[in-house]
Every structure is written in C-alpha cells, then in structure tokens.
C-alpha cells in the first residue's frame, strides 16, 4: 500500500503540469455562481460580475473612478432634460458579426419598459415614454417627466445593449458588443469568456482567455491563491487574511472603496424603534471604529448615512450623531426606557461581516442597557422574515445587519413599505426632488439634505462601507482599485511582460 | 424490489414535504434584494409555487415516473441531465475513496489483528484512533496545505473534467479522495481487526493450525473469509456515507460534483434538483444494501434468500 502511495505522488510531481498561467490567460475565483447570464431578467450581483461591461456593455459606462463616460453612444444631447438623443458609435459589431444599430438600443429599452418583459427594473425605466430610431446611428429617447437618474439608468447593468436576434439565448449564450464572448459553462464549476477579436476599443481586451472559477469557502479560495491555482480572488476572501497575504511576495493585495453599506436596520414600524429618541440612543451607543476594528480588522470605511464615499454626492455626517453612551442612556431614559429593554438581532451567517458585526454591537448595546440577543437565521429566512416581500405583510424582527450594494439607493429610505419601515413625509418630498433636479449644484443640495437628514433621524444605522479586497498574483495589472458599479470590468487586466 | 418501491416513495414523500414546509421563499431567494412583489408573484407562478402541495407531489410523481424529474430553477436545464453531468466527478470520487478506504483498511486491520496486544497493534490503532478524531474537511484543508500549498504537487481543488484524460482527472480527485475515505478507513481498519479477531480464537482455526497449515493459509483462506461478513455490513453501510460526506469535501475542494450540488440547491431553494438528488441518492444507497445482501449468499453460503 505504502509503494502505491509513494508512487501516485511520485506520478503526481512527474506529470504536473507547469504552474505558470500563460500570460494572457486569466483564472479568477468569485465565489457565486450567476443564476443564468441574463443581465436584463435577474438583478443577481454574480451575473454582472461575468457579463456586465465583459460581454454586454451599455450606452454610458461608469468607469473605474465612477464617472459616466460615453460608451456605445459617443455622445449625447437634451435641450429640455425631457429628451434625449443619442448618437451611437459607428462600426461598432456584436459578437455575432452584426453592427450596432440604433434599432438594437430602440428593442432593448423597448423591452425594458414593457412590462409584458418583466424587467426586473422596470421602475428604473417608467419615466421613458417613447424611444424613437432618427436613423441607423442616432436614436432619441423621450421622457415622460424628467428623471435625474435617467442617464445613470443608461450606464446600469439593465440597460445593456444586445442584437434583437439572440434574445432568446440571453440567460445561457449572452451576445453583447463587450471586450469578451462566452465560450463555456461548466454548471457548478466555472465559466469561461474568450476575447472577442474585434472588439471596438483598439488594443483591448489585453487577455486571451478569462476563467471564473466558482469557489464560495474563504478557506478554499485562500489554499487556491496560496498553492496557485487562481490567479485573482474577486471576492470573499476575509479582512482577517489579508496581513498574512499582504506578506506574501508572491502576491498583491488590492483595498478599494466598494458601494456596499453595512446597515443595521431597525424596525421602523415596531416599538421602540418607532421612537427616535431610541433609534438616535442606539446610534450614540454604537462605536463605529470599534466595529470596524473588531468585525473587519480595521478595513472599510465609517459611514454616517446611506451614501458612500464613491457617490459624487458624498458628505462625510458620521460625526453628527457620534459614539456618546452617556447621551445614550439619557435618551433611553426620556423615551421611557431607563432600564434599558431586550431585542433580537436577526442575522444571516451566510454574509461573514453580520455575524461579527453584530456581535461587537450587541456588547456596545449592552453598556447602555439594551440586551440585544443574536439569532442567525439562514439567508431565506432572513429574506422572508427581515427583508419581508409580498405576500410577508409586517416583518418580523427588531434589529438586523446586512450590506446594500446597490448604489444610488438612498430611495429606499423614501419607500415606507421597504423593510426598515419608515415613514418620513419631509424626506419623500426631498427625494423626489432630487428625482426631478438635473441641475447638479441644487441636486448635490438636496443628496446634503438627504444625508443630514438621515443622520439627524436614524432610521437605521450605517455602521461601514464594506472594503473592496482583491487579493492578485503578482505581475496582473489593470484591475479596478474601487468598485463603483456592481461590475468586473476585466479589459484592461494584463500580465506583466 | 416492492421494498425499493416503496422506501423511494417514502423518501421522495419526505423530502417533497420538507423542502416546501423549509421556511424561505425560493422566488425571494432567486430575486434577492432587489426583488419586488411583481417578479416574486411572477417568479412564484413560473414554479408552480402557486398551487396546492399535493397537487405539485402528484405532478412531480406522474413526470419522475415516466423519467422527467423537472428542470432546475437555478440552471434552467433538466434535472436529469445535471445529476448526470454531477456524477461524473461524484462517482470516481466515492469509488476512489472506497478503493482508498478499502485497499488501507483491510490489511491493516489484518495486520494489526495478527500483530495483537504488540506494537504492530498498537500503532494501527492510534492511526484509526486519530482517523476516526479528525473530521473529514479538516484533513482535507491540511492535505491541501501540505500537498498542494507547500509542495504544489497537486491543486487545491476544482476539477477540469475527464476531457485531458484519465490521470489529470484522477489526480484532481486524489486527495478529496483521501480525505473523504479516512474516517471511514479508520472504522472499517476497526471493524476487520475485530471480526478477524474474535475467527481467529475459533476452535476450526486452532484445528487448521494443528493440521500444520501455512500461516497464510489458515489467515486468508479461514479466518477472514469467515470474518468477512461483518466487514462487507460495514463496508455497505460505508458506501453510503461517502456519498453524503462528498457534501462537505466538494465544498472544500470546488469539485463539481453530486454534493456541492445539493448545498448549492438548498441554499437557492432550487426544490426539484434537491427532490431529484435526495431520490436518486436514496436508490443508490437502496441498490448498494440489495447488492450487499446478495454478497452475503456468495460469502457464506448458508445465507440464501427465499
């Protein structure tokens, strides 16, 4: 037996392969496998990880410092801001061979809108009330009411331009006029883009081959990038390795801002955390930096309200309702609670950052009174019972932890049915303001507004921005630093020569 | 085969009642975050979600029987085809873990049982001692450490199919292999050192010395025949468990296979690809007992089934 052993591995070290990738071949670990390949049925992160701005691409693109920047269309033009016309790029091609026509952008927003489709934003896409072809490359867009957001709807993942012919193979054989194709997918194991030859931005994609390998356990992930069988760890790899990694010579490590919030939502709809003196009594109790050290090592960064350091509209409130638990206890105390009261925190363990999160919060919580308990309930539950959608009627918790990656979501504090339940008439008007008021310096006004405002009323609390940790062998170049869009651009990613 | 009808009704009942009394909503599952009441009702209806429980058992029953076990929500492709397409890594990797288990199991345990109560013994026993101790993705972690991390003579997981060959495959599944088969070697290294024990205190294997048989002789051809049933039961049963702890070991090496399949299912709430694995995982482990029992009769010929 012994013989046998020895000589497997013996075999094993004669015939491996070399570990060197060839150096325009990539193989890149994510650690969720995307629900079909659909960008324009599905809002799954996983999916635009793969195909957003790798294989489909849109109108605008939101690049790496989170600028719109014309894309298939070169530019643009309103007089009234209730109109817009595009005009499309010439000699731009599908995968399939096919130009980009002004057709194609009219039948993917056509379909958008339509609610036969059931675009998973359609929302995003009411405000359009006809899209009208000007001729083969100039393509109009007119609005019903004007929508400030309607030209970062045109840079979202829903808004990806594709041939009216391959519609039906969207969720398997996606076709796009993007840097790369889709060659394989092994179900369960990985995906494989290969370059698309004649991709309209010269000199791009720099790489041959892309792999995504589906590896969803840190520890995995960690043993492949240590051993050498991926060359990139996209994502899920933790804060607590990365000081080890950051010493390994072998390896970079790369820390960027990301647009996932870590929030601790309250129940808005629910006593006591109907009353804001509670809710501004658990802010004061929480110390930010105490949470960041404790659940992530230190990385991420204090948020103060729902928008990010990656939003133009960024302005840094995390010091108007700071970590004060004297103040704490006195506000408990005037809303009738000087004894503290109990609470459950309801978290999902499948999102690492909830758990440890939570657990630092629930001591802090402690000082003050509060004798928070900490239930972890796998990721369904937590959908039906947190996040509560139709037919859920009330949700069903106190507290919760979770990340909202979406970016340019401050709306959801404008929905009274959204699961943090809170109902605010004055913030409504303000974000429908803001929906309505292209002018930048009075929006910026109305986002500082917004943020002060949810500072000052703390129907949740915006604990940190989740870091961005991509971990890389040595030599690869050109990935993204920060991720200000839900994408995985890959078309400037290259070895090293 | 009346008794493998009905545990696979039973099995397929249960796991049909299960999965849909879990609490989660499969279309919020799918739609995550950024759903809302319009595509959950949507999603609801395109699943069949909408209808009574006993109505969608009976669809599901009628269609299974005739060879359809439905289409999965997750990969929109039929659930027959993806166990399949699974069992291709599943497969070799319980086989190799069952040749690995047994190859090492049994002359050890031989070894230790002829080696009683000296060093020999002892030593095999602390080996299965720490075998059984040692949970299967824990040793999986530290074979990948060793092997794959600090010596590179393997990767650390994944699987590239059997399209490069025989040994580029085999090798990817070795050391999940080992790892899955180690607990169940150190049971079953146990398990034939005591069966083999307590033949060679018999008075038949005394008289087969006593007629100046060869050691070997009397070891092989009269002690661990008649040893052997108890081993073949654990050995059976053994089989079985592979399979389910093929679960855990494919999470940590990304193999894709039967396991990583059925985690990922009941994470998503993908209901007919758990219905379909639970199933015909259940009519493996059926087939395997129906196969044991019949080695049972070839073993010992006393044993015969009316």
Same mark, same amino acid.
């Given at each position: 037996?012994?013989?046998?052993?020895?000589?497997? $591995?013996?075999?094993?070290?004669?015939?491996?392969?070399?570990?060197?990738?060839?150096? *325009?071949? $990539?193989?890149?670990?994510?650690?969720?496998?995307?629900?079909?390949?659909?960008?324009?049925?599905?809002?799954?992160?996983?999916?635009?990880?793969?195909?957003?701005?790798?294989?489909?691409?849109?109108?605008?693109?939101?690049?790496?410092?989170?600028?719109?920047?014309?894309?298939?269309?070169? /530019?643009?033009?309103? =007089?009234?801001?209730? =109109?817009?016309?595009?005009?499309?790029?010439?000699?731009?091609?599908?995968?399939?061979? /096919?130009?980009?026509?002004?057709?194609?952008?009219?039948?993917?927003?056509?379909?958008?809108?339509?609610?036969?489709? @059931?675009?998973?934003? /359609?929302?995003?896409?009411?405000?359009?009330?006809?899209?009208?072809? #000007?001729?083969?490359?100039?393509?109009?867009?007119?609005?019903?009411?004007?929508?400030?957001?309607?030209?970062? *709807?045109?840079?979202?993942?829903?808004?990806?331009?594709?041939?009216?012919?391959?519609?039906?193979?969207?969720?398997?054989?996606?076709?796009?006029?993007?840097?790369?194709?889709?060659?394989?997918?092994?179900?369960?194991?990985?995906?494989?883009?290969?370059?698309? @030859?004649?991709?309209?931005?010269?000199?791009?994609?720099? &790489?041959?081959?892309?792999? %995504?390998?589906?590896?969803?356990?840190?520890?995995?992930?960690?043993?492949?990038?240590?051993?050498?069988?991926?060359?990139?760890?996209?994502?899920?790899?933790?804060?607590?390795?990365?000081?080890? &990694?950051? #010493?390994?010579?072998?390896?970079?490590?790369?820390?960027?801002?990301?647009?996932?919030?870590?929030?601790?939502?309250?129940?808005?709809?629910?006593?006591?955390?109907?009353?804001?003196?509670?809710?501004?009594?658990?802010?004061?109790?929480?110390?930010?930096?105490?949470?960041?050290?404790?659940?992530?090592?230190?990385?991420?960064?204090?948020?103060?309200?729902?928008?990010?350091?990656?939003?133009?509209?960024?302005?840094?409130?995390?010091?108007?309702?700071?970590?004060?638990?004297?103040?704490?206890?006195?506000?408990?105390?005037?809303?009738?609670?000087?004894?503290?009261?109990?609470?459950?925190?309801?978290?999902?363990?499948?999102?690492?950052? *909830?758990?440890?999160?939570?657990?630092?919060?629930?001591?802090?919580?402690? #000082?003050?009174?509060?004798?928070?308990?900490?239930?972890?309930?796998?990721?369904?539950?937590?959908? =039906?019972?947190? %996040?509560? &959608?139709?037919?859920?009627?009330?949700?069903?918790?106190?507290? =919760?932890?979770?990340?909202?990656?979406?970016?340019?979501?401050?709306?959801?504090?404008?929905?009274?049915?959204?699961?943090?339940?809170?109902?605010?008439?004055?913030?409504?008007?303000?974000?429908?303001?803001?929906?309505?008021?292209?002018?930048?310096?009075? /929006?910026?006004?109305?986002?500082?507004?917004?943020?002060?405002? &949810?500072?000052?009323?703390?129907?949740?609390?915006?604990?940190?921005?989740?870091?961005?940790?991509?971990?890389?062998?040595?030599g690869v170049t050109g990935m993204w630093k920060d991720q200000p869009a839900p994408v995985l651009d890959l078309s400037e990613v290259a070895w090293q020569k | 085969m009346a008794a493998l009808a009905a545990t696979l009704f039973f099995v397929s009942l249960l796991v049909f009642v299960v999965v849909r009394v879990l609490p989660g909503d499969p279309a919020l599952i799918i739609l995550g975050l950024e759903a809302n009441p319009d595509s959950v009702a949507r999603v609801r209806q395109e699943l069949g979600l909408d209808r009574p429980i006993p109505v969608q058992y009976a669809r599901w029953v009628t269609r299974a029987l005739g060879g359809d076990l439905g289409r999965s929500i997750q990969y929109d492709v039929p659930v027959g085809t993806l166990i399949l397409s699974r069992l291709t890594v599943t497969l070799p990797l319980t086989l190799l873990a069952a040749g690995f288990m047994i190859a090492a199991a049994i002359p050890l345990g031989v070894f230790a049982a002829t080696h009683h109560r000296r060093w020999g013994d002892y030593l095999t026993m602390t080996l299965s001692q720490l075998g059984v101790a040692v949970p299967g993705f824990w040793a999986g972690l530290l074979l990948i450490l060793l092997f794959s991390v600090q010596l590179g003579w393997v990767q650390a997981g994944g699987f590239d199919g059997w399209g490069q060959g025989v040994w580029p495959g085999v090798r990817s599944l070795l050391l999940p292999a080992i790892a899955l088969g180690l607990f169940q070697f150190a049971v079953l290294a146990r398990t034939t050192r005591s069966a083999l024990l307590e033949v060679l205190r018999e008075e038949y294997v005394k008289t087969a010395r006593a007629k100046g048989l060869a050691e070997w002789i009397v070891l092989f051809r009269h002690a661990l025949q008649n040893a052997l049933i108890p081993i073949v039961t654990v050995a059976g049963v053994q089989l079985g468990q592979l399979l389910a702890g093929s679960i855990i070991l494919e999470s940590v090496f990304y193999l894709p296979g039967l396991g990583r399949l059925t985690l990922a299912a009941i994470s998503a709430r993908d209901l007919p690809v758990v219905q379909g694995v639970v199933v015909f995982v259940a009519s493996m482990i059926v087939t395997v007992n129906a196969a044991v029992d019949i080695l049972y009769g070839v073993l010992d010929p006393r044993i015969r089934y009316g």
């Open positions: 037996m012994m013989r046998l052993l020895v000589a497997a $591995l013996v075999a094993a070290v004669l015939f491996s392969p070399a570990s060197a990738q060839t150096p *325009t071949s $990539l193989v890149i670990q994510v650690p969720t496998e995307p629900p079909g390949l659909d960008l324009t049925s599905n809002p799954s992160s996983a999916i635009a990880a793969v195909v957003f701005d790798n294989v489909q691409e849109g109108l605008i693109k939101i690049d790496r410092t989170g600028k719109m920047v014309p894309w298939l269309a070169e /530019r643009w033009y309103t =007089s009234d801001n209730k =109109s817009y016309t595009f005009f499309l790029r010439k000699g731009v091609r599908f995968s399939n061979g /096919r130009e980009m026509k002004a057709a194609d952008v009219k039948f993917a927003l056509d379909r958008a809108v339509n609610p036969e489709t @059931k675009h998973p934003y /359609r929302v995003q896409y009411e405000a359009i009330q006809d899209v009208i072809v #000007k001729d083969d490359y100039t393509v109009t867009v007119a609005l019903k009411k004007i929508d400030a957001t309607f030209l970062y *709807t045109m840079a979202r993942q829903g808004s990806v331009i594709y041939p009216r012919e391959a519609v039906d193979t969207l969720k398997s054989q996606p076709i796009g006029t993007g840097p790369f194709t889709v060659s394989e997918w092994v179900r369960g194991d990985r995906i494989v883009l290969l370059k698309n @030859k004649d991709y309209w931005v010269k000199g791009l994609p720099k &790489l041959d081959r892309v792999v %995504f390998r589906f590896i969803p356990d840190p520890n995995s992930t960690l043993a492949a990038i240590k051993s050498g069988d991926i060359d990139v760890s996209a994502f899920g790899i933790g804060p607590e390795s990365v000081d080890d &990694l950051k #010493k390994d010579a072998r390896l970079q490590v790369i820390v960027g801002d990301t647009t996932n919030d870590v929030t601790l939502s309250m129940n808005n709809s629910k006593k006591p955390y109907s009353d804001k003196r509670v809710r501004l009594a658990i802010t004061h109790a929480i110390n930010k930096d105490e949470v960041l050290k404790g659940a992530m090592f230190g990385y991420g960064k204090i948020l103060g309200s729902n928008v990010d350091p990656t939003n133009p509209f960024f302005v840094d409130v995390s010091k108007r309702v700071g970590y004060d638990p004297a103040l704490a206890k006195k506000l408990l105390a005037e809303a009738g609670y000087p004894n503290g009261f109990d609470a459950v925190f309801k978290v999902a363990p499948q999102y690492y950052y *909830t758990v440890r999160s939570a657990e630092v919060v629930a001591s802090q919580l402690a #000082k003050v009174g509060i004798r928070a308990t900490i239930q972890q309930i796998e990721w369904g539950q937590w959908l =039906s019972q947190v %996040f509560c &959608l139709a037919p859920c009627q009330t949700p069903d918790y106190d507290m =919760s932890i979770i990340g909202h990656a979406e970016a340019w979501d401050i709306g959801n504090f404008a929905n009274p049915k959204y699961y943090f339940r809170w109902d605010s008439p004055a913030f409504q008007k303000l974000y429908q303001d803001s929906q309505v008021t292209v002018d930048d310096k009075t /929006r910026r006004a109305l986002y500082v507004k917004m943020q002060e405002m &949810l500072a000052d009323e703390a129907p949740a609390v915006w604990l940190y921005m989740h870091p961005r940790l991509v971990i890389t062998k040595k | -």
